[in-house]
């Protein structure tokens, strides 16, 4: 399931994301913010018609996360990632504040549209920057809705994430040490597929 609060040129999407290291196979979950731009699509039809609306490229994304083995709520493995190359993330941003108090974190990111994280500000127009700001809390209870703390097994992180299983099923295929999964928390992603 994904949440997604549009408006005239950018969308943010929250939703729960399940994810596996590809390096020592531990497995992160959590709350997944990703700031989306709306690409300008021709108008089809009459006036009345329903228009395509296509949020595409990824500008920023916030990672609320806590592994799977670490006390619910901790948030070790939050971050977040500043920008993108086409839709390629760039490596993990890490921020104390984020760890430590993740929601205010994310209203911050949301008020002053990306400028409190140090990075620069979002390239997002005027008038989206200040709706934005208006909307922090709003976006902030809908990524609550995906908390780590409300996901505590694999059948309830799958049926949050089966949208992605092709995803997971990639992590899954590209484990360094695959020795080290947890078979039962990927066993839902693995059947799916």
Same mark, same amino acid.
């Given at each position: 399931?994904?949440?997604?609060l549009?408006?005239?040129r950018? =969308? %943010?999407? +929250? ?6 290291d590809? /390096? ?5 979950h959590? $709350?997944r ?6 690409v300008?699509?021709h ?17 920023w994304?916030a990672d609320?996360f ?13 971050h977040?990632?500043p ?12 921020? =104390? %504040?984020? +760890? ?7 209203? /911050?990111q949301?008020a002053?549209?990306?400028? $409190? ?23 902030v209870?809908?990524?609550?809705q995906?908390?780590?703390e ?5 059948a309830g992180?799958f049926?949050l994430?089966?949208d992605v299983?092709?995803?997971?099923q ?5 484990l ?11 066993a ?6």
């Amino acid at each position: 399931m994904q949440q997604i609060l549009a408006l005239s040129r950018c =969308a %943010v999407i +929250t939703r729960h994301w399940f994810e596996i290291d590809l /390096d020592d196979s531990s497995m992160e979950h959590g $709350a997944r913010i990703e700031l989306r731009e709306l690409v300008p699509q021709h108008h089809r039809g009459s006036e009345s018609a329903a228009q395509v609306v296509t949020a595409d490229r990824p500008l920023w994304r916030a990672d609320l996360f806590d592994r799977i083995t670490d006390r619910p709520g901790s948030y070790g493995v939050a971050h977040f990632h500043p920008g993108f190359s086409g839709s390629e993330p760039c490596p993990r941003a890490w921020d =104390a %504040v984020l +760890t430590a108090r993740p929601w205010d974190w994310l209203r /911050d990111q949301l008020a002053t549209a990306g400028a $409190a994280s140090g990075h620069g500000a979002w390239p997002v127009d005027r008038e989206d920057a200040a709706e934005l700001s208006g909307l922090a809390d709003v976006v902030v209870a809908m990524a609550r809705q995906f908390e780590p703390e409300r996901c505590g097994s694999a059948a309830g992180c799958f049926a949050l994430t089966r949208d992605v299983r092709e995803s997971v099923q990639l992590m899954l295929a590209s484990l360094r040490r695959p020795d080290l999964l947890d078979e039962d928390r990927a066993a839902p992603w693995r059947q799916a597929g």
